[in-house]
């Protein structure tokens, strides 16, 4: 049963006041939605992933609740906060299965069909993550309009009302910032 998001985001501004039973009762509400953000992450990712969805949406819950500084605005807020920690967790994932695929102080053995496509896909993630860095640096909102729709699932609606932007807007930054992407990840 999906509940109100005036509900979840009753709770998470009561969290923010200090209410330290939240995070209890905020799980339940939430883990649906965590589980198809994490799904769509999952999706993207090649066979050979190590990485289960359950997995992605629990480590990403651990990392929420330890933001116990942040503010929570919105429903919205909280779930583009989750997007971009099981982004990073990805991320890091990859680059923890790079650095042992150059040795990493593991025992050697020779590489499979499989293990190479693991390893392909954790240069695709880095260098994914590598451009969405770079835009950021050049235009903050539209790698955090990429993030939120690619990565977080976000409707043009929903990304608009987590930026606090129109609609049109998050429509012409998503093109650019699509093409931009595309553009930065092809040339090498």
């Known amino acids: 049963m999906t509940r109100p998001s005036h509900q979840v985001t ?3 501004k009561d969290w923010g006041a200090g209410d330290e039973s939240v995070p209890d009762e905020l799980m339940p509400l939430v883990y649906d939605e965590l589980r198809r953000l994490a799904h769509q992450y999952m999706r993207r990712e090649k066979p050979g992933h190590t990485l289960q969805t359950s997995a992605l949406v629990n480590e990403a819950y651990v990392r929420l609740v330890d933001q116990s500084k942040i503010q929570w605005e919105s429903r919205t807020h909280f779930f583009g906060i989750a ?4 982004r990073q967790i990805l991320v890091d994932q990859a680059r923890h299965r790079n650095f042992a695929k150059r040795g990493g102080g593991a025992i050697r053995v020779s590489l499979n069909e499989a293990t190479n496509v693991a390893q392909e896909q954790s240069a695709s993630v880095m260098a994914l993550d590598d451009a969405l860095n770079r835009l950021e640096k050049i235009d ?5 309009i990429v993030e939120l729709r690619f990565f977080g699932g976000m409707s043009i609606e929903e990304t608009a009302e987590a930026l606090k932007v129109s609609p049109g807007t998050v429509m012409r930054d998503w093109t650019f910032a699509r093409a931009w992407l595309q553009k930065e990840m092809t040339v090498d």
């Open 10 to 12: 009753k709770l998470l």
């Open 83 to 86: 997007a971009r920690l099981m």
């Open 140 to 144: 903050p909102r539209k790698s955090r």
